[in-house]
Nanobody
């Protein structure tokens, strides 16, 4: 499967953006998905993840209550809705996939994901 992230941009603090991760090559329903971000000079960090069906999600504490991950397996796309954005959310955002064998497990470690899309820049101005 190949992943293509889009939807990044420049937004003021308090604003919203929705990122999309479109999959091609294989159906995304075979994969659990995650979103990560990397700010300049920092390690890539987990933002949130969703299991293969969308029935289970998990978020980093820093985004809990502000970000929501969803998926539309019919459209082969996963979304990251980001609300109440803060300047510290500024980063390049990446979507990632890992083969799923069912269940509700949501991977949180970047090394659990083996397919990555290119990043999309999100910049939040104060």
């Amino acid at each position: 499967v190949q992943l293509q992230a889009s939807g990044g941009g420049l937004v003021q603090a308090g604003g919203s953006l929705r990122l999309s991760c479109a999959a091609s090559g294989r159906t995304v329903s075979r994969y659990a998905m995650g979103w990560f971000r990397q700010a300049p000079g920092k390690e890539r960090e987990f933002v949130g993840g969703i299991n293969w069906s969308g029935g289970s999600t998990y978020y980093a504490d820093s985004v809990k209550g502000r970000f929501t991950i969803s998926r539309d397996n019919g459209k082969n796309t996963v979304y990251l809705q980001m609300n109440s954005l803060k300047p510290e959310d500024t980063a390049v955002y990446y979507c990632a996939a890992r083969a799923s064998y069912g269940g509700n497990y949501v991977a949180k470690d970047r090394y659990e994901y083996d397919i990555w899309g290119q990043g999309t820049q999100v910049t939040v101005s104060s």
